[in-house]
């Protein structure tokens, strides 16, 4: 056998062993690979049987109509209860019959005409007239300042009770909102990192898939290297003998 056969010979043992090794590696690859995706997809699945549950952030809004208060019972007509001023009326007369009784009584003892004691007695009466009425005109104005004064403070005291009733509605509608919100924002927050981290399991069940895959791959080409190789080494080695057989043959 030729030094070239030889070599040819030599050639197509190490091809072989390293396609044999290298095939043998590749495989390997893709069994850790396989190995791995397996383990990333039982992680995957605890993951995704332990997210949270959906929730409704509005489930414990209630109603709120219960703080919202009837305020007609704090209505009244402060006008209702004004009467007419007649103590002065009363006092006027009383004190006209008094005043014309007097008047006679001096007429008479002072021996005065019937004329003198009439026109004492008109002029009494008048007197007295715009006394009363003075009166009585201030006695109603009395009850008028006191009706518009009642009317003024309840206008107050009703402008006040809405104040604090839409105080307290508004506040109890801000607590629920900001409870809303609060049980919205822990929900989305748990959601985002539980969402990373699926997809980084994910990301490295992929990275395993394709590893697995160029693994295979690589496998496939080195025993079609190895192949190729060890063909053209036959190739090689059959001209070899054929042309040693020529030479014989001369």
């Known amino acids: 056998m030729g030094i070239f056969a030889t070599a040819i010979i030599v050639g197509a043992v190490i091809t072989t062993a390293g396609t044999v090794y290298g095939a043998s590696e590749a495989g390997k690859a893709g069994k850790r690979a396989n190995a791995k995706k397996a383990k990333g997809e039982e992680k995957l699945a605890i993951l995704e049987s332990e997210r949270q549950e959906v929730i409704n952030p509005y489930a414990n809004v ?27 009326a009363e006092i006027e007369i009383e004190e006209a019959d008094i005043a014309l009784a007097n008047t ?57 009770a809405k104040r604090v009733q839409s105080g307290k509605l508004t506040e109890a509608q801000r607590q629920q909102d900001i409870d809303v919100k609060g049980q919205t924002f822990v929900y989305d927050e748990v959601e985002r990192r539980e969402t990373e981290q699926l997809n980084r399991v994910q990301a490295q069940i992929t990275g395993q898939e394709q590893a697995a895959m160029q693994a295979r791959r690589d ?22 003998q054929n042309q040693a057989n020529i030479a014989k043959g001369n």
């Open 104 to 160: 006679l009584d001096i007429l008479r003892a002072t021996g005065a005409s019937a004329g003198g004691a009439t026109a004492l007695a008109q002029a009494a009466l008048q007197g007295k007239k715009g006394v009363s009425a003075s009166i009585e005109q201030q006695e109603t104005k009395n009850q008028q300042l006191k009706a518009q004064g009642q009317q003024q403070l309840e206008k107050y005291q009703l402008a006040e």
């Open 62 to 88: 209630g109603d709120l109509s219960s703080m919202i208060s009837d305020l007609s019972s704090k209505l009244s007509n402060p006008y209702a209860s004004l009467g007419v001023a007649t103590g002065a």
């Open 219 to 240: 496998q496939t080409n080195i025993i079609a290297s190895g192949a190729t190789a060890l063909g053209s080494m036959a190739v090689s080695y059959a001209g070899m």
